[in-house]
């Protein structure tokens, strides 16, 4: 079970997560000492009115805040249903796209089905994952690059683990591959269509794809691009 691992576990709560509170998050720990001691650092290090025991940053989780949070647990069995509608949908629709693979949630496991995950094979593609996500973002779906760049990419264990690359080929191979798509419940099963419609008018014309946005100035190849792909759309 999550929660259970380590010495602590720390949850967001940031409005984009599954269960969100607008902002602020969570540290749980079966340790008694680090609790206390992180309840402090929540509070400024403030041990009674008038005496302060560590250091402390204001973390406290406001009343509008809780009060969010609170109400969304409450939805919560409806908001793993609709994620789940969403997956299935995809699952579904992704399903006769060669090169385009979707990261399987199991059966036998439970999940908020929070991530529709796809991993690119340019190979059989013939666009990439960057060129994919900004050719969705042209038609105003924001599709991200989660998770990339990985830890090793980025400050500071960049610049601390200079040589950490040579160790994780397959975490690199897997970082430049991936993207998430839109889910959760602002997303319908109209909006499910129209956005695998899109993947699939972008695979069928990778050609087009992969040479304008490779030769134009980026303004104007959006402006092309972006005129070329819907009148193709409608073309089906
Ligand atoms: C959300 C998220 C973060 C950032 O959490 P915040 O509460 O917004 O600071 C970092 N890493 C991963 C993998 C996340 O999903």
Redesign the pocket.
């Known amino acids: 079970m999550i929660g259970g691992f380590g010495d602590a576990e720390v949850f ?3 409005a ?2 599954f269960l969100n509170c607008l ?3 969570a540290v749980v720990t079966n340790d008694g000492a680090l609790a206390q001691k992180i309840r402090l650092m929540r509070n400024f290090g403030f041990a009674a009115h008038n005496r302060v025991d560590s250091i402390g940053l204001n973390g406290k989780l406001n009343e509008i805040s809780a009060a969010m949070g609170l109400t969304n647990l409450e939805s919560i069995a409806d908001f793993i249903s609709i994620n789940l509608r969403n997956y299935k949908q995809y699952e579904s629709e992704l399903a006769d796209l060669e090169g385009v693979k979707l990261l399987a949630y199991s059966d036998n496991e439970r999940s908020n089905y929070q991530y529709i995950v796809l991993e690119i094979d340019e190979g059989e593609t013939g666009v990439n994952r960057d060129q994919l996500i900004e050719m969705l973002r042209m038609e105003n779906v924001l599709a991200r690059h ?2 990339y760049p990985a830890c090793h990419q980025a400050e500071p264990y960049r610049s601390l683990y200079p040589h950490a690359h040579l160790f994780l080929p397959r975490t690199e191979r897997v970082a430049a591959r991936v993207m998430v798509l839109p889910t959760g419940q602002a997303i319908t099963q109209k909006d499910v269509c129209v956005i695998c419609d899109i993947l699939r008018t972008a695979l069928r014309n990778a050609d087009i794809i992969r040479k304008r946005l490779g030769k134009m100035p980026e303004a104007r190849c959006q402006d092309r691009l972006a005129e070329t792909f819907r009148s193709r759309r409608k073309l089906g």
Request: aromatic share 20%.
């Open positions: 967001s709560f940031h984009t997560k902002e602020g998050g989660h998770f």
